[in-house]
């Protein structure tokens, strides 16, 4: 009997060994999936403050909003002493988590620079956002600890980058993160480097080629399918059948539209097809407004601010009178970009935020100096929870703190849009990031110098494949990072800024 049940007993214990050696001691689940977060100050949805309250956590869900809630004995507690519970906010639009290529620019070797291969031009609408996203990558960690759960990011690129996902900021892999796949389509003016297109018109030419040709192809796949006798087989293409959900009005494209201009040429380039348009990182609406409203679109205001000018000393050597009035003109600008958020909601035009531009630790500065220049604290934040949610098409499980919902909250000491506010803790889908306090550190030390002695104007002159380029370009300090503003001689009324720049002592 010993000798016949020996094997079981040897199979078995293998088995035991096996399951215990592949378990992710980095990610190892709580004992409880319950969370009760006792008396919290719960502002359900922007324009909702239900007071003093419980909120129940259960695998990921909210599973009880109420006032004196009675918890389960195996929940975990979160005594929230009054702190602030917001829903936890949506990025409207970024590349988080795609990190940027390492690859220098190389001059494209191509035969027809007016015909170049798609992926040469910047055409990728067949690439996912998905398949680039890393889960672990940094940008994610600290978009989460500034508040959100949830992204909507697009593929880094030019022209037509590809297709943006829609994801949670939690998940063990980028699979995980996923909620919508293949949900939008990026498309901006930038251009190819040297060949076809390299100039907007080029750019605004190709998308209308490449959109009607997609609405053929479309049809002739759709014909063949119903009758492939006599007729001649479609060719697969790739980039066509990535932009046929686009021709079917099924997946809404995000355009980058930094400046005014940018807002009417998308306009008139969607008018005559009816796709839905969603405009995106947007800086200056200047007089769009009307348009706006008449075409119901909605727009992403960029949450980077450009700098405030400070006054010229009394002593200053400036006396050249166009600089004098590119100055104030600077000023004028400024002041009517921190009014645009108050008057779209003036107007009545729903936004949100998006970050391709910006950084997520610039959001509540940023987002302060736009209530001090009329913006609503509760448009400010519809802007970051409700509207979000309903433009991506996700309102039924996220952007307000309700019951069957996301269980993405955070928790605030203060009101959040109070300056010596901090967030306590975020929660994503009930997994909880506590964050703890992070005392600034003071300015100077070894190395301060080195990067001080860059700030200040400087020319430039570069060949970009041939062609020369110069003006002028101003360093300054942007928190802990440098910012650069680009003003071309070619272009001396358009200033560029560089973003996302690197000092190394």
Do not use: C
Request: proline share 5%; aromatic share 8%.
């Amino acid at each position: 009997m010993k000798i016949k049940f020996f094997p079981i007993a040897v199979f078995m214990l293998l088995i035991m060994n096996k399951s215990q050696a592949q378990i992710d001691y980095n990610n190892v689940p709580e004992v409880t999936q319950k969370i009760f977060i006792n008396d919290a100050n719960i502002q359900k949805n922007p324009s909702t403050n239900l007071g003093i309250g419980d909120i129940l956590i259960e695998d990921g869900l909210i599973k009880q909003v109420g006032v004196q809630l009675t918890p389960p004995i195996d929940a975990k507690i979160i005594e929230a002493d009054s702190a602030y519970a917001y829903a936890a906010f949506i990025d409207a639009m970024s590349h988080i988590g795609i990190p940027k290529s390492d690859e220098k620019r190389k001059r494209p070797d191509v035969k027809f620079k007016g015909f170049p291969p798609n992926k040469v031009a910047g055409i990728t609408p067949q690439l996912k956002a998905s398949s680039f996203i890393e889960h672990d990558d940094a940008s994610i960690k600290s978009l989460r600890e500034s508040g959100f759960a949830i992204a909507h990011v697009v593929p880094r690129g030019k022209m037509l980058p590809g297709q943006g996902s829609v994801i949670s900021l939690s998940g063990s892999s980028s699979q995980d993160m996923i909620i919508k796949d293949n949900y939008s389509m990026f498309l901006q003016f930038t251009g190819a480097s040297g060949v076809y297109p390299n100039t907007i018109i080029g750019v605004m030419a190709k998308w209308k080629d490449l959109y009607y040709k997609a609405h053929y192809h479309n049809k002739n796949l759709q014909s063949y399918k119903i009758n492939s006798s006599g007729i001649k087989r479609p060719k697969e293409d790739k980039v066509l059948n990535a932009l046929i959900p686009v021709t079917e009005k099924s997946m809404p494209v995000f355009m980058k539209t930094n400046k005014a201009k940018d807002i009417f040429r998308a306009i008139a380039l969607q008018e005559s097809t009816g796709y839905p348009l969603v405009l995106g990182d947007v800086k200056q609406i200047g007089g769009a407004e009307n348009k706006l409203k008449e075409k119901n679109l909605t727009v992403l205001l960029s949450v980077g601010l450009p700098k405030a000018e400070k006054e010229e000393k009394k002593d200053s050597t400036i006396t050249d009178e166009s600089k004098k009035a590119l100055m104030k003109r600077k000023k004028e600008s400024y002041t009517a970009y921190l009014s645009q958020a108050a008057q779209l909601e003036k107007a009545g035009i729903p936004f949100a935020f998006s970050f391709l531009s910006s950084k997520p630790k610039d959001l509540k500065t940023n987002i302060q100096k736009l209530i001090k220049h009329g913006l609503s604290t509760e448009a400010s934040l519809a802007a970051l929870t409700t509207n979000p949610a309903k433009i991506l098409g996700i309102d039924k499980i996220a952007g307000t703190i309700d019951k069957g919902k996301l269980a993405n909250i955070i928790l605030t000491d203060n009101p959040y849009f109070e300056k010596k506010s901090r967030i306590k803790y975020v929660f994503v889908e009930g997994q909880m990031t506590e964050i703890k306090e992070v005392k600034k550190k003071k300015k100077g030390g070894a190395g301060g110098k080195g990067k001080e002695n860059l700030f200040g104007k400087w020319s430039y002159n570069v060949d970009v494949f041939g062609t020369q380029q110069t003006g002028n370009l101003t360093i300054s300090e942007d928190g802990d990072d440098l910012k650069i503003e680009f003003i071309a001689d070619s272009n001396p009324d358009e200033i560029s800024e560089g973003r996302d720049i690197t000092y190394e002592d």
